[in-house]
């Protein structure tokens, strides 16, 4: 199959970009497959109602049919109708983060195929704040559904041209709105339990949600690494996020995690290993490897998000066999980060 690129700029849909949107809508009605920026990662859409396309989009990513499907709204009465009620949560959280970085969990109704949801009676959704996404959602019919536009495994795309070297041959259409602006998936909460509980950490952040709600807590697996328990989110059990190398954490002081960060890329270059660092503005200069790389100000956490899969994906393309990384404050979207991070390396963390 011939993959299309579209390139269409957010905040310039012109008649040629409403057309081309017009079209990917009829792709996807159709059953066909479409990636397209959103504001935290590229989505791999489909529609979200009709099994064959959930099917598709779990041969494409070559995802495990278990790991449920993120349904993409644009209005909030279609929200209704996928569910059996919208709680009162809900309706709190979207007016306060919706369009937004927030996916809440509910009870699905029968509109919604067990294709999409993995075979739960539980449906994720959230509406996504771009306008490529929003009016793509409206001409495909109201539900799109979207896991981020990788092959399983991978770092989630935060620009067209790493949707088009995973997917490239295997959908339909690609939607190039440039690069997004998070950078991280957003943070699923699931509303089902009797007091709200974190999934996946993201940009919206567990204070901002207790702000709103009360009352939140934390699937604990996605804090500790060591646990047991199966995540409660299906997906955050597969070791995602992950680049082609190694990756390990550096966590301690900073003048010892410089010191033994530079002192392993030193024995893995000896070894013929080409190595890639993560650091931050301050520390760039202090090392030396093939490839150094500052995701940004310590401080600016929304930053460091930004840079974050992107620094992952570009050591991929330069064939970095081992990477080391320094370790970030995980609270705030911190928590995240670390998160991400942490899966990434396979939570393989040194401290020094
Ligand atoms: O920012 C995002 O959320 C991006 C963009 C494209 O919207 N999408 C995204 O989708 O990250 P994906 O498929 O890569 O991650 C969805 C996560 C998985 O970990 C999945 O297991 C979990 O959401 N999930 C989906 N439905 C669920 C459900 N009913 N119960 C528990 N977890 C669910
Ligand atoms: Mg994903």
Not at 123 to 141: D, T
Request: glycine share 10%.
């Amino acid at each position: 199959m011939e993959t299309k690129v579209i390139v269409i700029d957010e905040n310039d849909i012109d008649e040629t970009a409403q057309a081309g949107l017009e079209e990917a809508g009829r792709i996807i009605k159709e059953g066909g497959l479409v990636a397209f920026p959103t504001e935290t990662v590229y989505g791999l859409g489909g529609d979200a109602l009709n099994p064959e396309s959930s099917k598709k989009i779990y041969a494409a990513k070559g995802r495990p049919s278990d790991n449920p499907l993120i349904v993409h709204v644009a209005n909030m009465e279609d929200l209704a109708d996928i569910v059996k009620e919208v709680p009162e949560s809900a309706k709190k959280l979207a007016k306060a983060f919706w369009p937004g970085p927030l996916t809440m969990i509910m009870n699905k109704n029968e509109k919604v195929p067990y294709e999409t949801t993995g075979g739960l009676d539980t449906v994720a959704i959230r509406m996504p704040n771009n306008k490529i996404a929003l009016e793509l959602i409206r001409q495909s019919g109201g539900y799109i559904a979207a896991p981020s536009a990788n092959t399983s495994g991978r770092p989630s795309p935060t620009i067209a041209r790493y949707c088009e070297e995973d997917l490239s041959g295997k959908i339909e259409m690609i939607i190039d709105g440039g690069q997004v602006g998070i950078g991280l998936e957003s943070t699923i909460v699931d509303l089902t339990s009797d007091v709200p509980m974190i999934l996946r950490p993201g940009y919206i952040t567990a204070s901002m949600l207790k702000d709103v709600l009360g009352e939140i807590s934390i699937d604990r697996t996605i804090i500790d690494g060591s646990s047991a328990e199966k995540p409660k989110a299906p997906g955050m059990k597969y070791r995602h996020y992950a680049p082609k190398g190694q990756l390990m954490i550096v966590q301690g002081q900073q003048d010892n995690v410089v010191d033994y960060i530079n002192k392993s890329t030193k024995e893995a270059m000896a070894e013929g290993k080409r190595v890639g660092i993560i650091g931050t503005d301050a520390t760039m200069k202090l090392y030396s490897a093939d490839v150094v790389k500052s995701v940004g100000n310590r401080e600016d956490e929304r930053t460091i998000a930004h840079e974050l899969f992107k620094v992952l994906r570009e050591f991929d393309d330069e064939n970095i066999d081992v990477m080391f990384s320094e370790s970030f404050d995980d609270s705030g979207i911190g928590q995240a980060i670390m998160n991400r991070l942490l899966k990434a390396a396979g939570h393989n963390v040194k401290v020094v």
